[in-house]
């Protein structure tokens, strides 16, 4: 499979059910009681492995899953990794057409506001991508 390749979806094996990230690095993420190698794409109605690996496989095949989800969503989370990379202008009109506030910043702070606004009950999605 392509980097970028569409690897994630509803029929996807996934955690059904959205969790705080316990722990992040080395090349993964911790989230109810388990561990996972790879980048991770959260949503409210649960988490999945995400294809992206680097800020530069972050488009809209990556994101699919979110813009299939934009009634179900408010807000979204961009972890592009230890180094902030802006979206590109084509991605941020995509969101501003399904309205979703995008935001991006380092995993860590991505992991961190993920898990606050998830406990506030708000409807928030992430990609994070792993970190070592």
């Given at each position: 499979m392509a980097v970028g390749e569409p690897r994630v979806g509803a029929e996807q094996p996934h955690l059904p059910y959205p969790a705080p990230i316990e722990a992040y690095g080395n090349g993964g993420f911790r989230f109810a009681g388990m561990s996972h190698r790879g980048s991770l794409l959260c949503l409210p109605n649960g988490i999945w492995a995400s294809a992206a690996m680097a800020p530069a496989d972050i488009n809209e095949q990556t994101l699919s899953?979110?813009?299939?989800?934009?009634?179900?969503?408010?807000?979204?989370?961009?972890?592009?990794?230890?180094?902030?990379?802006?979206l590109g202008d084509p991605l941020r009109t995509k969101f501003?057409?399904?309205?979703?506030?995008?935001?991006?910043?380092?995993?860590?702070?991505?992991?961190?506001?993920?898990?606050?606004?998830?406990?506030?009950?708000r409807r928030v999605a992430a990609l994070l991508i792993a970190v070592d």
């Amino acid at each position: 499979m392509a980097v970028g390749e569409p690897r994630v979806g509803a029929e996807q094996p996934h955690l059904p059910y959205p969790a705080p990230i316990e722990a992040y690095g080395n090349g993964g993420f911790r989230f109810a009681g388990m561990s996972h190698r790879g980048s991770l794409l959260c949503l409210p109605n649960g988490i999945w492995a995400s294809a992206a690996m680097a800020p530069a496989d972050i488009n809209e095949q990556t994101l699919s899953l979110i813009f299939s989800n934009a009634p179900a969503l408010d807000h979204c989370l961009i972890g592009t990794g230890t180094a902030i990379v802006p979206l590109g202008d084509p991605l941020r009109t995509k969101f501003r057409e399904a309205r979703i506030g995008v935001e991006t910043m380092s995993t860590g702070a991505a992991v961190r506001t993920y898990n606050i606004l998830l406990g506030e009950g708000r409807r928030v999605a992430a990609l994070l991508i792993a970190v070592d």
